[in-house]
């Protein structure tokens, strides 16, 4: 009875710390951009989006235990890793979330951009 216990015991714990994944879809298969040194760089907009021109690089997605807050750091540091400086359209969903990686850009065709009007 003691080794049925244990062994439920070990499978529910490798359940628990083992769920957690994000993962990160690029827009374009061929291009990839250099990461940003820091997941605390990537700027998070939750229901607007930035004055700044920028270009579309991914998306990522998140699966956690209902954190959102883990969730959200994930997504940063996803994000940072493949070369973005934001996160757009953040969507909570069940067990986790997904937002758009956007980088922004100072410059397109060599001419520097001046910000969107809305």
Do not use: W
């Amino acid at each position: 009875m003691k080794k049925i216990n244990l062994f439920f015991s070990i499978i529910l714990i490798v359940m628990f710390c083992g769920c957690a994944s994000v993962e990160f879809s690029p827009s374009e298969m061929k291009k990839t951009y250099k990461s940003r040194k820091s997941m605390d760089d990537i700027k998070v907009y939750r229901t607007k989006t930035p004055d700044k021109t920028y270009i579309e690089i991914g998306v990522v997605n998140a699966r956690t235990f209902d954190d959102m807050n883990q969730a959200v750091e994930m997504l940063r540091k996803k994000a940072a890793e493949n070369g973005g400086d934001a996160i757009i359209e953040l969507e909570p969903h069940p067990g986790g979330a997904s937002a758009t990686v956007i980088r922004f850009k100072e410059y397109i065709d060599g001419e520097k951009v001046t910000p969107r009007s809305k």
